[in-house]
């Protein structure tokens, strides 16, 4: 059989969210009118990196497991107690990806690094992909020069004084932003430098060029914000360049490293649903042990998907290699060896 180099479907889903956000982008920002030229390239960047990321994440999910997975939590989800689904929902999305809560139990030193560099992202791109994208733009109130309006799709949203406390605090967001960055990822670039168990395991361009590449975006965009406010322009010209270059990397860096665990991460909440609906379904019980090992839910699931992978655990009776506990099967390997064994007529050699 010929092997395939690209994925039929996930290439048709990637190209249409990209055909269709390219129209958001036309309509959004009034028929271009409200979009800036000045950030053509980021536009660019930003389409391939949902083109990368969709073309990815169709294909991970057509995996027979995570298909499995993805397919159950939408069902919990949108069936049954939906209130109580999506109150889970909402709390395990401001457990796990706001306030990065898993990560605590490891290290505090290495959540707040993780929440910092989290937080510090998560606020970039709520605030940089709607100004690529001319949804959200900035003008002077009329007959003013003192009063800016912030415009959301074209719509006014809000006005505020310029020189104003909320002026600082808006147009200086990004840079907020970046010294979470910095923070988080300086903390984690020096314990991938020192720690000899890292060192031993990490490869530059899985586990350090990230952080390089996120410390390189944030440092030059705060350059840039020094340059006009400081320096009176000086240079300005060549930091947007360095910038441009840093950010578009990460961009198309996003569907292919490290990165795309930040897109995978919400499927974790669909597992969680999944685990507490399996628990409440019931457990099932190792036919060899008597002890609970595992939902019962995922066992007649795994059986699914085993077998759709070209695997029948099935015995001949109707039971299920499957049906087994890790302790279980493990002992049903040795009983099978022993007997073995005892056939051939030597227990040893």
């Known amino acids: 059989m010929k092997n395939k180099t690209f994925n039929t479907k996930a290439l048709l889903i990637a190209t249409a969210v990209s055909i269709l956000t390219i129209v958001f982008v036309f309509y959004g ?62 709390k395990e999305s401001v457990e796990n990806i706001a306030v990065q809560k898993f990560i605590y139990p490891r290290s505090k030193y290495r959540w707040f690094a993780h929440f910092c560099i989290a937080l510090g992202c998560m606020s970039a791109f709520a605030i940089t992909i709607p100004l690529t994208f001319g949804w959200i733009h900035f003008t002077l109130a009329p007959n003013s020069i003192s009063i800016y309006e912030a415009h959301f799709f074209g719509f006014k949203m809000m006005d505020f004084k310029i020189g104003s406390f909320l002026a600082f605090l808006i147009f200086h967001a990004l840079n907020w932003s970046s010294w979470l960055v910095i923070i ?31 410390i390189a975006i944030s440092v030059t965009g705060l350059c840039l914000t020094y340059s006009y406010q400081f320096m009176k322009g000086f240079a300005y010209d060549f930091l947007a360049v360095i910038h441009a270059v840093t950010v578009i990397m990460f961009l198309i860096w996003i ?17 969680h649903i999944y685990k507490k609906e399996g628990i409440k379904k019931g457990m099932a019980v190792c036919p060899h042990t008597g002890e609970e090992f595992a939902t019962q839910l995922h066992i007649d699931d795994l059986k699914i998907v085993t077998k759709q992978l070209g695997f029948d655990f099935t015995h001949e009776d109707g039971t299920s290699h499957l049906d087994l506990s890790p302790e279980g099967k493990r002992s049903r390997l040795a009983q099978a060896h022993l007997k073995a064994r005892l056939e051939s007529g030597s227990l040893f050699g």
């Open 184 to 214: 988080g990822s300086v903390y984690y670039l020096r314990r991938r430098l020192t720690n000899p168990g890292l060192i031993a395991t990490q490869s530059f361009e899985g586990d350090l060029l990230p952080l390089i590449l996120l």
């Open 29 to 90: 920002s009034r028929k271009l009118q409200n979009f800036d030229a000045a950030l053509i390239t980021y536009l660019f960047g930003t389409v391939f990196a949902f083109f990368g990321i969709v073309y990815r994440y169709s294909v991970w999910l057509q995996r027979p497991p995570t298909w499995m997975y993805f397919k159950r939590s939408l069902q919990f989800l949108f069936t049954g107690k939906i209130l109580s689904h999506l109150w889970f929902l909402g």
């Open 255 to 271: 569907p292919f490293g490290k990165f795309f665990h930040i897109i995978q991460r919400p499927a974790q909440i669909g597992a």
